[in-house]
């Protein structure tokens, strides 16, 4: 949740950040793909222009309107509370390509379905990121996807009836979030928690939780101070610190030999049964998507175990019909490690996907080779390379709209080869 408001707080209040967006309650269109100039938000998608909604529910709901789109194109808009649950999914695979509205709630709205309203989603926070993919199909695409994205539309319920606005809720002093680093060991973390979970109405299944947690200064709109802490009581924190940390390692690990995998650090409060560890894991790529949505097989270490490097030269072997299974479409992206953000290349390309597949070389058996290595593989073999870093780095496929194969696991997905 610290993280989480540490992005939003970039995007939506510090107008300052390179990476500002602009105000609330309101779409902000990135219309191009990610770079590695892009450094906020840990393992950007490079695929699908992003569009951003910071919604302030407090005053009143929100009503999302979009345009007809190509039945062709993906796109989705994914909707994240304060908690980070991926609460809603509108879009091609939830609600269709179809023009419509949609109304956004917030916890203690009440009242009946208005008129023009094609669905109503209910957030149980009061503060929520809506994040809208809109898929390229190649560079000269993006003035298509700019139409796209022009015609997403936000407004408040009482601006799309025609009716007087409620009183605006009142200014919210925003609290300055700490960095990813400062989060590994500053007890400024639980003010910061206790900032974000003023917006955050108590989930039946936390209750005595935050009943635990009250005692010790952490609640909604609670002040925290360190200082004040007896020497036992602040050892006690940092050593706890310390212990979660080692959690979070083992955790890692445990995503870098696929036994945890992304689909289960994403979903609804329902579907992730209060697990807090894969929730922190999720902060290797914040804001991800829900396994219905998106999946996301990770490529942290070689067929024989060992990290990514790219002191070595590797390849991805797809046999003849066993390509990623995708309603949408799929890709491959690099990231350099530790920083979990996409490289820079002589080719500037970060990614290889599906719509890239007539410029592919195919194997004389009908399969795929991607080369993945820091030099290129020669000018023949050129257009299956994907650039790697001099360092350290993981790979990330994306599946969107994943098919059947990919959700019930017949599909596997081929692990990197070391050349030797």
Not at 87 to 101: I, K, L, P, Q, V
Not at 109 to 125: H, L, M
Not at 391 to 419: C, N, T
């Amino acid at each position: 949740m610290v993280d989480s408001y540490r992005i939003q707080y970039g995007y939506f209040v510090d107008k300052t950040d390179p990476e500002y967006k602009g105000a609330w309650n309101a779409t902000h269109n990135t219309p191009r793909v990610y770079t590695p100039a892009d450094k906020a938000v840990q393992t950007p998608n490079s695929d699908t222009p992003y569009s951003f909604l910071g919604a302030d529910l407090r005053a009143e709901p929100l009503v999302l309107t979009v345009p007809e789109l190509p039945k062709d194109r993906y796109f989705s808009i994914q909707f994240i509370d304060a908690y980070t649950f991926n609460f809603a999914y509108a879009g091609s695979r939830t609600t269709g390509n179809e023009a419509g509205s949609i109304m956004l709630a917030g916890p203690n709205w009440k009242g009946d379905k208005p008129q023009g309203i094609k669905k109503v989603i209910q957030s149980e926070t009061e503060i929520n990121v809506l994040i809208y993919r809109t898929q390229l199909f190649d560079p000269s695409d993006i003035d298509n996807v700019k139409k796209i994205q022009a015609g997403y539309k936000v407004e408040p319920l009482s601006s799309f009836l025609g009716t007087a606005a409620p009183t605006p809720a009142p200014t919210v002093d925003f609290i300055k979030p700490i960095s990813q680093e400062e989060q590994k060991s500053s007890l400024e973390v639980f003010n910061i928690l206790n900032f974000v979970l003023q917006f955050c109405p108590t989930d039946p299944s936390e209750k005595e939780l935050m009943e635990r947690f009250a005692k010790v200064g952490i609640g909604a709109g609670k002040t925290f101070d360190p200082t004040k802490l007896s020497p036992e009581m602040k050892k006690a924190f940092e050593e706890g610190i310390g212990d979660a940390w080692k959690e979070f390692a083992g955790g890692a690990k445990l995503m870098a030999e696929g036994k945890i995998t992304s689909g289960d650090a994403f979903g609804t409060r329902a579907s992730m049964k209060n697990n807090y560890l894969y929730r922190w894991l999720a902060t290797i790529g914040i804001w991800g998507n829900s396994k219905q949505e998106a999946m996301y097989p990770i490529y942290f270490n070689d067929a024989s175990g060992q990290k990514l490097n790219g002191a070595n030269r590797y390849t991805l072997h797809f046999p003849k019909g066993k390509l990623p299974p995708a309603n949408a479409f799929w890709s491959l992206t690099m990231y350099q490690l530790p920083e979990s953000l996409l490289v820079a290349n002589p080719i500037d390309r970060y990614l290889i996907n599906s719509p890239m597949l007539p410029e592919l070389k195919m194997d004389s058996d009908g399969g795929l080779t991607l080369y993945i290595q820091h030099e290129s593989p020669g000018k023949d073999m050129e257009s299956n390379w994907l650039p790697a870093p001099k360092g350290p780095f993981s790979s990330y496929l994306r599946i969107y709209w994943p098919a059947e194969a990919a959700l019930d696991g017949s599909w596997k997905a081929p692990q990197l080869e070391k050349v030797k």
